[in-house]
């Protein structure tokens, strides 16, 4: 199952096993919703009356645009240029068509756009004859783009065999064979928000666009929070800067149950009371890197518990 919308740092891998560590309660505020795969995965669970979701950007506004099914027909191509006019305002194209989902590199390089483009139209046109010109132009793209990179890495027997096998697409001619291409290339990111649609019977699922401690949270609530991490705000992958020290502070001041993600937090305050190996998927540089994710509550609500018992 995957959960909530494609996004730097989603926690869609670790949102099963996280909600069943969430105790019940009439509400649950997810103040720094991201990508939502949280509180998707809980409004499934049924644990909850009430789902409030908050988030500095716009991405509480996507997920419920999602829900309500805004995007059951978006088709669109996004282009390099369309990407950089419409990212800052259309929670969408910077989510969907950027690199990791990070909101600020476009998806694709310069080299490979045509050949996605040509991908694109293909699987999205309206007509078999519409759908059979763009398999033609999409076989015009990818043949020169196999040639350039076989001719790098691959001998010459090889290089053939593989531009054997691709010039043999070329007869292809029914819309079954075209069709069963669509399973090796259409967004994972739009596929998760037409699947969103299944949501929309769920009532109580509230949501709010601004700073975390401007959320009014009422008795009867847990809270999560999936905070920039430290180690992602020193390295500039969100853009923004993050105030952990008063992120700390406003913990402690909460009287409901708090949760917490985090690499790691400061340990006279605060508790891990769980942990993961994750591996991670979104950089550049470091995809294949495994990293421990950790789920973290105030040392004080610790101890209180402990007391009780």
């Not at 099963?16 to 990508?35: K, M, N, S």
């Not at 999409?138 to 054997?164: C, F, H, M, Y």
Request: with cysteine.
């Amino acid at each position: 199952m995957r959960y909530g919308i494609s996004y730097m740092g989603s926690k869609n891998k670790l949102a099963e096993r996280i909600v069943a560590l969430l105790p019940r309660a009439t509400h649950l505020y997810d103040v720094f919703c991201g990508g939502c795969a949280i509180a998707h995965c809980a409004a499934l669970s049924g644990k909850y009356e009430h789902i409030h979701i908050n988030d500095i950007s716009d991405m509480p506004q996507l997920f419920v645009d999602a829900v309500a099914g805004k995007y059951r027909d978006e088709r669109r191509w996004i282009s390099r240029e369309d990407f950089f006019a419409l990212k800052d305002s259309d929670p969408y194209v910077r989510a969907c068509w950027s690199f990791g989902n990070n909101g600020q590199e476009y998806l694709y390089s310069r080299e490979v756009e045509p050949y996605k483009r040509a991908v694109h139209m293909m699987l999205t046109a309206d007509s078999v004859r519409e759908r059979r010109q763009a398999y033609r132009e999409v076989v015009r793209q990818l043949v020169p783009l196999i040639k350039s990179k076989t001719a790098k890495v691959r001998g010459d027997n090889q290089r053939l065999e593989r531009l054997e096998r691709l010039e043999s697409l070329e007869r292809l001619e029914s819309l079954e064979s075209l069709q069963r291409l669509q399973s090796l290339e259409r967004l994972e990111s739009l596929e998760r928000l037409e699947s969103l649609e299944r949501l929309q019977s769920l009532q109580g699922l509230t949501y709010s666009v601004g700073d975390y401690r401007d959320v009014e949270i009422p008795d009867g609530s847990v809270i999560y929070a999936d905070i920039p991490y430290q180690t992602s705000t020193q390295k500039g992958d969100y853009g923004m800067r993050f105030d952990h020290a008063a992120f700390y502070d406003w913990c402690e001041e909460q009287t409901q149950p708090l949760f917490i993600s985090e690499y790691s937090m400061p340990e006279d305050r605060f508790v891990c009371v769980a942990q993961w190996n994750v591996l991670c998927t979104k950089s550049r540089t470091s995809n294949n890197t495994k990293r421990t994710e950790k789920l973290f509550v105030p040392r004080g609500q610790c101890e209180k518990n402990t007391e009780s018992l």
